[in-house]
């Protein structure tokens, strides 16, 4: 099984809808994050946590929203989507900062989102 | 301000020829410098990483990569390239203490010809 999980992988909803992706985790790690791709644009961050108590705004957060159910647990939402959040959506997932965290993000396979 | 560029979009090359895909970035700390490899269908997984010391750095699958500070620059390197390297390959910056700023470019795609 995948260390990151993400559900569902894909998804076709109609403009305004609320969507929910949803991410678990089994690496133990404190910090997750999720981030949006679009072609030719690279990732781009939506929200970071780096505990249930701690979450915080990336660069393109408006129109999303995010849950921390619980350490294993981020969700994302979109409580009315439209059709430029249409994009592919990763979950990823870190080490504390100090002594041996590698900076290494760990991604799941991804969650495309289609908004027509 | 932060960024990173990969000056190539698409790089076709021959199963066997090397292979070198650049990334200029720039970024107003020290930077730690990261590539990833992203296969169709797929999350994105670490290839390497630079932190300090040796300027050149060995990773997996059998890529390495040079940090150049004085051109600002981590470009990534395979001195000969398999079928299954074909992928998009994306660099990223980041900082310690700081991860949550990671910067990535808009990613490479590399075609392998037969």
């Known amino acids: 099984d995948a260390d990151v999980t993400q559900t569902p992988r894909n998804r076709i909803t109609k403009t305004g809808k609320r969507i929910m992706l949803e991410c678990s985790q089994t690496?133990?790690?404190?910090?997750m994050y999720w981030y949006r791709q679009d072609p030719g644009l690279g990732l781009q961050l939506i929200y970071y946590?780096?505990?249930?108590?701690?979450?915080n705004k990336g660069e393109i957060s408006d129109g999303y929203s995010v849950s921390r159910q619980a350490q294993a647990k981020f969700s994302l939402s979109l409580e009315s989507a439209i059709p430029n959040q249409t994009a592919l959506y990763f979950c990823?997932?870190?080490?504390?900062?100090?002594?041996?965290?590698?900076?290494?993000?760990?991604f799941g396979e991804g969650s495309r989102l289609t908004v027509l | 301000a932060q960024s990173v560029t990969q000056p190539d979009i698409h790089i076709t090359v021959s199963e066997g020829a090397s292979l070198e895909l650049r990334c200029n970035y720039s970024?107003?700390?020290?930077?730690?410098l990261f590539w990833y490899v992203q296969s169709p269908g797929q999350g994105l997984q670490l290839l390497l990483k630079?932190?300090?010391?040796?300027?050149l750095v060995q990773g997996i699958k059998g890529f390495e990569a040079e940090f150049k500070r004085s051109q600002s620059s981590f470009n990534l390197r395979k001195p000969s390239v398999h079928w299954s390297d074909a992928a998009e390959y994306f660099c990223?910056?980041?900082?310690?203490?700081?991860?949550?700023?990671?910067?990535f470019g808009s990613g490479t795609k590399l075609n392998v010809k037969p």
């Open positions: 990823a997932t870190s080490e504390n900062d100090g002594g041996g965290n590698t900076g290494e993000l760990f």
């Open positions: 690496k133990g790690h404190d910090r």
């Open positions: 946590s780096f505990d249930v108590k701690d979450i």
């Open positions: 970024y107003g700390a020290t930077p730690y």
């Open positions: 630079y932190f300090s010391g040796d300027t």
């Open positions: 990223a910056v980041g900082a310690l203490g700081n991860f949550n700023k990671f910067y």
